[in-house]
């Protein structure tokens, strides 16, 4: 006889599973895909999985964490409850996971946060316990499979893999008929032609509910980043960075897009691209004890030549007159596929293109910053070797890449690095002695100098008078550290015997010059756009600022040369890496995912390649600040003080 099950219905979700005498009423609430916020993982220590029984039988004693009065009015620790009969539990604000989560998020994301969303991961485990085979019923595996699942859940039409049904004999009959299968749930956008509700893309032997992780990816020309998320807690299991093995074949986009017209030149970035994604993989494998064969889900956002690369698409028209990426949309495609060391039914979910050089990786770093849903104008911006910037409020939203070149990344420069080890991140100098002080990443000796240390050390020697807002060296300056040396004028930073590399670091002319270029670039841009649609800078409520070269600029630097508008310092805010944020948000919340679709369509792209507004603008910021000294009213205020005090100073 079929042993009886209990009904178990959750408020306010009004979800609800069926579940035998006895079981843990935590795990009963995964079944149902109630998402309670379990952060000892059930141990009970933590209290974090309070739940108020509000109707039925539970076995459940209190500890600790509850106190009397709330054990009188019925709260237990799911974790710690059996159920004893049909039960009604109602799961209070502070115990849903999205909760949880959305306040990590939202501290991560400095204030700014999505709103409205629910922790709902793509893909969900379905623990069954089907009837054995019998003479009278023995219909088929996958017949019974599909029974059950239609019978305890809500989930009506479903799509089969065919690796499901290659495993499925020996999974139902491995652990005497349990078997857990993973269900990806995807809108129809994801999945076109199905007209299924979610695919079953795995089924194993025995229940393995506990273990459920997706695998999160920002593809960057420079580096890849990428987190291991765990699905039932809404928590990032590890996290880690490694540099894009097709670095070796240029360090932009154009360079890549050049190599790859190569013979084998596409395979061969295709196969860099993925051993990069696999050693970022292999990093987070190691770091955080999980098994591969538990990954369920991948999310990737790539700007739009990274993420051809990586399906081996050519980019040859991505830069060549009118610019038109092969696909804005990539459909749903198996991650192991490409290459990616992660099991068959691992599918990769990628962020859409907005165009050529507006890639996913800018529409998944507007989910984190959320200001798709708020009528508050803001400006995002990402600064790398190709600058994005989007500009919007939840009714609009306009977008535009300029290329910046590899400036901020340490590309063209003498001693350019990138931010690593050893990189001279900050900057100083002394006003009467012109004498450096600087801070490196990590503590050690330099190595080189990275884009915010550039920044700094322009905006100082700018500040002190040893350069001019032309960018080139002031003469009779009384400091040894101005020399001609063989690139022409150029400023010691640091004496070869305390560097690494045993030589002077120093910064030319021709450094400082490239520098200007990009940062009139990126300025020219965010200009240029504004203007597009009627607003100035000064318009903007926030200013967000993305990437992992925006999280270490210094905002009053950045100004002083010219980067960043001149507008109240409270509208920056930064958001670090959003595109690896949005790529972890999707995971955690099909809403998210659908909304990320929905911005990709909301974007209008305007191109400035052969924008006359966008020339004229780029000569204009060829010079520290701007040729147009009023943009910069803080700026022009700070320099006219510092020259008033040299020349009372005598220097
Ligand atoms: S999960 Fe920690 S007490 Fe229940």
Redesign the pocket.
């Known amino acids: 006889m079929a042993e009886k099950k209990f009904r178990v219905h959750f408020a306010p979700h009004d979800l609800e599973t069926y579940a035998a005498g006895g079981t843990n009423l935590l795990e009963a609430a995964r079944a149902a895909g109630v998402p309670i916020h379990?952060?000892?993982?059930?141990?009970?220590?933590?209290?974090?999985?309070k739940v108020r029984i509000e109707k039925g039988q539970v076995e459940s004693s209190r500890t600790r964490?509850l106190s009397e009065a709330e054990y009188d009015q019925g709260v237990r620790?799911?974790?710690?409850t059996q159920i004893l009969s049909d039960v009604d539990v109602f799961v209070p604000i502070e115990s849903r996971l999205e909760q949880a989560v959305l306040a990590r998020e939202k501290k991560q994301a400095a204030g700014i946060a999505p709103i409205g969303w629910r922790f709902k991961p793509p893909v969900s485990k379905l623990y069954l316990e089907l009837p054995a085979p019998t003479i009278d019923d023995n219909t088929s595996d996958l017949s019974r499979l599909l029974r059950e699942i239609r019978s305890s859940s809500t989930h009506g039409n479903l799509q089969v893999d065919f690796a499901v049904i290659r495993k499925l004999p020996e999974a139902c009959r491995r652990d005497n008929w349990k078997v857990t299968v993973t269900l990806l749930t995807l809108s129809k956008d994801f999945n076109p032609g199905s007209g299924a509700e979610a695919r079953i893309v795995d089924v194993e032997p025995g229940d393995t509910r506990a273990v459920n992780y997706a695998l999160a990816i920002d593809v960057g020309t420079t580096t890849v980043c990428a987190q291991l998320l765990d699905l039932n807690r809404g928590e990032i299991a590890a996290d880690n960075i490694v540099f894009n093995k097709q670095i070796s074949y240029g360090a932009d986009v154009i360079s890549r897009i050049a190599y790859s017209q190569k013979p084998g030149g596409l395979l061969k970035l295709q196969r860099e691209a993925v051993a990069s994604i696999n050693e970022v993989l292999a990093k987070l494998l190691d770091q955080s004890q999980i098994g591969r064969k538990d990954i369920a889900l991948a999310t990737l956002a790539g700007n739009t030549t990274m993420t051809q690369l990586l399906l081996g698409v050519n980019p040859k028209y991505v830069r060549l007159a009118p610019y038109t990426p092969a696909l804005n949309f990539v459909p749903l495609l198996q991650a192991s596929s490409l290459g990616i060391q992660v099991p068959e039914s691992v599918y990769l979910v990628t962020f859409p293109a907005v165009s050529s050089y507006v890639g996913g990786d800018i529409v998944s770093g507007v989910i984190p910053a959320g200001f798709y849903q708020r009528n508050k104008l803001t400006f995002y911006m990402d600064i790398g070797t190709n600058g994005e910037i989007v500009i919007g409020n939840c009714d609009w939203m306009v977008t535009a890449s300029c290329s910046a070149g590899p400036a901020f990344e340490g590309g063209g420069i003498k001693f350019g690095m990138v931010a690593v080890n050893g990189a001279i991140q900050d900057f100083e100098i002394d006003q009467l002695t012109l004498e450096p002080i600087i801070d490196t990443i990590g503590g050690e000796k330099p190595k080189g100098i990275c884009g915010s240390g550039l920044i700094n050390a322009i905006a100082g020697l700018l500040e002190t008078g040893v350069i001019g807002q032309n960018g080139k060296f002031e003469a009779g300056l009384a400091t040894d550290r101005v020399r001609r040396g063989e690139d022409g004028y150029e400023y010691v930073i640091a004496w070869a015997a305390d560097t690494q590399i045993g030589k002077d670091i120093v910064l030319t002319e021709v450094d400082i010059d490239n520098l200007i270029r990009a940062k009139a670039a990126m300025y020219a841009g965010c200009h240029t756009l504004a203007r597009s649609v009627g607003v100035q800078c000064r318009d903007f409520d926030h200013i967000i600022l993305a990437g992992n070269f925006g999280n270490s600029v210094d905002i009053e630097k950045a100004i002083t040369i010219g980067l960043l508008p001149d507008v109240p310092r409270e509208k920056f805010i930064f958001i670090g890496n959003g595109s690896l944020s949005g790529a972890r948000l999707a995971a955690f919340s099909s809403d998210l995912l659908e909304d990320a679709l929905k911005v990709g369509r909301m974007m209008t792209n305007i191109e400035l390649s052969d924008n006359l507004d966008f020339n004229h603008n780029y000569v204009a910021a060829l010079f520290l600040p701007h040729t147009e000294t009023e943009a910069f009213p803080s700026v022009k205020e700070k320099m006219d003080r510092l020259a008033l005090s040299r020349r009372k100073g005598g220097t």
């Open positions: 379990a952060s000892c993982g059930g141990v009970g220590v933590c209290g974090t999985c964490v620790q799911a974790c710690q």
